[in-house]
């Protein structure tokens, strides 16, 4: 058995971008009102990326073929947990890896899976300094990280 206080779960988020630079965020079931980027484990046999893919279409449906990598965050980010959240599955909080997706021309709407409807009860497309207003408070630095790539280091991302 794992102690929960000891250990940070890896993990691997997604940023997925529309063509009007919106970013999809997915609300909390269980915490109606909390908004969040879609993320999830990385589980033993794969690397970072292949998890953000899996996670990506468990979540939203959408394949590697309906979407372009166009960056990573080149460090991992850790968030600690509130002591109350605290579980065995995640630890005493996450270190993520972050992936920077855009969708392609004609890309079908998001559909939210059955897997995601366990989780997630509802989506938007929004801009990242927003989202960061919305989330829970040990995800903002992460967030603001997260635009200032997007702002800065990832101008080749953007549709000008």
Do not use: C, H
């Not at 033993?44 to 279409?57: G, Q």
């Not at 059955?114 to 009860?121: G, M, R, T």
């Amino acid at each position: 058995m794992k102690e929960k206080d000891q250990y940070f779960r890896a993990n691997a988020g997604i940023v997925l971008l529309n063509e009007r630079e919106e970013v999809l965020a997915l609300e909390r079931k269980k915490i109606p009102g909390a908004w969040q980027l879609p993320q999830g484990g990385i589980r033993t046999d794969e690397e970072p990326l292949e998890a953000a893919i899996r996670e990506l279409s468990e979540e939203t449906n959408f394949n590697a073929s309906q979407v372009q990598l166009v960056g990573e965050l080149p460090e991992w980010i850790a968030y600690e947990l509130p002591a109350a959240a605290r579980s065995e599955k995640t630890g005493r909080g996450q270190v993520q890896r972050w992936f920077f997706f855009r969708l392609i021309p004609n890309a079908p709407e998001v559909r939210l899976t059955d897997k995601a409807a366990e989780e997630v009860s509802a989506y938007k497309w929004t801009n990242v300094p927003l989202l960061t207003k919305e989330v829970v408070a040990f995800r903002r630095r992460t967030y603001e990280r997260l635009a200032s790539y997007i702002e800065v280091e990832l101008p080749e991302a953007r549709q000008d």
